[in-house]
């Protein structure tokens, strides 16, 4: 092969066809659409992880609360109104 083959040679692949177009084309269409899946998979993560932490914090308040409303009163000091009510409902009310 001689060096005027080879400059056309290396020419008629640098020239870009339809074929070219077309394979660019498919290629940058399926490029696209697999990054838009994984933005889609990205998204669907952050929010199943996020729905985690909030099913977890509701969680701990409502045994918190749960907690609390279980939890035996203390006696509660005799007050002045109490006495005096007492006294003048008599014993048992």
């Known amino acids: 092969m001689t060096d005027h083959e080879l400059d056309d040679l290396f020419a008629s692949a ?3 066809t ?3 177009r077309g394979a660019a084309a498919r290629f940058l269409s399926g490029h696209r659409q697999r990054l838009a899946q994984e933005q889609v998979q990205q998204r669907d993560q952050t ?3 996020r729905a985690g932490w909030i099913s977890a914090l509701l969680a701990s308040a409502a045994m918190v609360t749960g907690l609390l409303v279980l939890r035996p009163d203390t006696a509660l ?3 002045a109104a109490y006495d005096a009510y007492q006294s003048a ?3 048992g009310w």
Do not use: F, I, M, Q
Request: hydrophobic residues 20%; proline residues 7%.
């Open 14 to 16: 640098r020239t870009e």
């Open 18 to 20: 339809d074929t070219d």
């Open 47 to 49: 929010r199943t992880v």
């Open 77 to 79: 000091p005799a007050s």
């Open 89 to 91: 409902a008599g014993d």
